[in-house]
C-alpha cells in the first residue's frame, strides 16, 4: 500500500470543535459557549485578474489580491446578557448586566468591535491551532426563539474588520503547545 503522508501529517490532524474566547488573554476574556455545531471560520481573498490581449484564461503571475474579508459563525446556546449583547451591535447593557435596552442609530463606537475572536482548536498530538480574528463585530439580524422541547440557538457570525491603520491585518493563525486559555481554570 502506498502512503503519500507522514506520521507527523496525522498528528496534526484538528479534532473536535473547538472553544471560541473573546479578547484572549485580556482581562476581558470571554469564553463563548456552550456551542452548538461548532464554529466555522471562511477567509476570502478578492482576487483580480489581469485581462491582456491573448489572454486564454487564468495565467501565472497575472493576478493581484485587491482585498480579503473573514467571517466567523457560530451557534450559541449561552443567553447571558453577556452573550446576547454580541448579537446586538446597536445595543446597550447596563452595569448592573440586568437590561439590554436598544442603542442610538449613527456610526458604531470602535468600543463595540470585539479586540479579537480566538478559535482555539486542538491537535491529535494535543498541540492546539489558534485562530485569531481582529475587530469583530455581529453585523446580521438577531434571532431569540423559544419552542417546546429545544434550546434557544442563536447565530451569531462575526466579521473581522481593518482598522483606519493601514498595518492592521484581520486574522493570524498560530501553533501553540499548551492551551492559551486563561479564564474558567
Known amino acids: 500500500m502506498l502512503r503519500f503522508f507522514t506520521e507527523n501529517d496525522v498528528k496534526k490532524i484538528q479534532i473536535d470543535e473547538g472553544v471560541v474566547v473573546l479578547n484572549l488573554g485580556q482581562e476581558n476574556e470571554q ?57 446586538l451591535p446597536n445595543a446597550k ?32 498530538d494535543k498541540t492546539y491551532k489558534i485562530l485569531t480574528f481582529n475587530y469583530g463585530l455581529h453585523e446580521g439580524a438577531f434571532t431569540y426563539k423559544a419552542t ?15 482598522t483606519i491603520d493601514d498595518s492592521s491585518r484581520l486574522y493570524k493563525i498560530s501553533d501553540s503547545d499548551t492551551c492559551p486559555i486563561t479564564k474558567g481554570d
Open 31 to 87: 469564553i463563548l459557549g456552550p456551542t452548538r455545531g461548532g464554529v466555522e471560520m471562511t477567509i476570502t481573498p478578492e482576487v483580480r485578474d489581469i485581462e491582456f490581449d491573448g489572454r486564454r484564461g487564468k495565467t501565472a503571475g497575472m493576478q493581484t489580491i485587491d482585498g480579503e474579508d473573514a467571517t466567523i459563525k457560530v451557534v450559541s446556546l449561552c443567553c447571558s446578557q453577556e452573550v446576547l449583547i454580541h448579537a
Open 93 to 124: 447593557l447596563d452595569e448592573e448586566k440586568k437590561n439590554i435596552t436598544q442603542g442610538d442609530f449613527g456610526v458604531i463606537g470602535n468600543d463595540k468591535y470585539i479586540k479579537t475572536i480566538d478559535v482555539v482548536t486542538q491537535m491529535l
Open 148 to 162: 417546546s422541547k429545544a434550546e434557544n440557538e442563536h447565530n451569531l457570525e462575526f466579521i473581522p474588520h481593518y
